[in-house]
Structures are given as structure tokens and as C-alpha cells.
């Protein structure tokens, strides 16, 4: 008896789902934003990388972007002030990378699959992402079992910030 309302419930939810999304998809307003994520996700996207010589976990963010569809350059130099200043990022902001993709800054640990989210539709008066430090868990800073919480910031124009994903 229990096996039959479990299969009934999920029968109901199933179809329940289906005809929800069927009905944003026939309405157009979720089509546009799916579509181009998707072809963003399966395009190539150069990218900027500079970061110090000995951070291995810029490293293996560059792993994270190139298993993404990102070509990366990676600039290794000791001083990452002035291309930190060039684009705004204080040092609340900072990490220990900085990207540059299209003319807009992405700095630290961000999730590539967000990069790609904001490239698809960048809001007008947004220069780019950050995830400030280093946080556990974000790519690149993998720790097994161990991961805190962590937000993807919009960099305003006017030096604001808000959310723009959070894990």
C-alpha cells in the first residue's frame, strides 16, 4: 500500500512539473535565458587569468574554467596591485586572482558556471563578479568533506555590491 501512494505521489509531482515547465517554455519567458546559458556553457571563452607564481589554487581554478569551455592565458606575475586597481577591486574584494573575460573583471573563486551565467546576460551597471578570500569549498579550493558558505558578488559601477549567486 505504501509503495502505491509513494508511486502515486510521484507520478502527480512528475506531471505536476512537467506541465509547469511546458508552460514557461510555450510562454517564452524562461527560453531566452535556458538557450543562451546553454550556449555560453558550449562555447570556447578566453580568458585572462593573472595570479602570483606560487598559488596552487589559482591553478587549479584554471583547471575548473578549462574543464568549462574557458581558454585560458595564465600571466604569472608577483605584483597583482595595479590589474586589482585597474578594475576596482579593493582590498574587501580582493583574492587571489583576478580574471578578465570580454572586458569584465571576475575575481577569486568564482564558479565558472556563474561566469558564464553573467556573460550571457551581464546587467548594465555591473563590471563583474567577485567571491572575496578564499573560501572552502568554491572551485580551486576543494577540501574533502569541508566546504562553508560563500557569495557571488555583483561589482557595480558606483562601487556597490550585491548577491548574485550564493552556495
Known amino acids: 500500500m505504501k509503495r502505491l501512494i509513494f508511486i502515486g505521489v510521484a507520478a502527480v509531482s512528475l506531471g505536476f512539473g512537467g506541465w509547469y515547465w511546458w508552460g514557461l517554455t510555450r510562454s517564452g519567458s524562461m527560453t531566452a535565458d535556458v538557450n543562451t546559458v546553454k550556449t555560453t556553457a558550449t ?7 593573472f595570479r602570483t607564481p606560487t598559488c596552487g589554487c589559482c ?5 575548473h574554467a578549462e574543464a568549462h569551455n574557458f581558454t585560458v592565458v595564465d600571466h604569472q606575475q608577483e605584483d597583482l596591485t595595479p590589474i586589482k586597481e585597474q578594475y576596482g577591486i579593493t582590498p574587501e574584494l580582493a583574492s587571489c586572482h583576478t580574471t578578465i ?8 573563486h568564482i564558479p565558472a558556471t ?15 563578479l ?10 580551486g579550493m576543494e577540501m574533502a568533506n569541508k566546504s562553508q558558505p560563500y557569495a557571488v558578488l555583483a561589482l557595480h559601477r558606483n562601487g ?5 549567486a550564493e552556495y
Open 101 to 108: 573575460v570580454d572586458g569584465y573583471v571576475f575575481e577569486g
Open 59 to 63: 591553478g587549479l581554478w584554471i583547471d
Open 160 to 164: 556597490s555590491t550585491s548577491v548574485f
Open 130 to 139: 567577485t567571491v572575496p578570500g578564499m573560501p572552502i569549498g568554491s572551485p
Open 114 to 128: 556563474e561566469v558564464q551565467r553573467f556573460l550571457a546576460n551581464p546587467p548594465k551597471d555591473v563590471i563583474g
Open 43 to 49: 562555447q570556447l571563452v578566453a580568458a585572462e587569468v
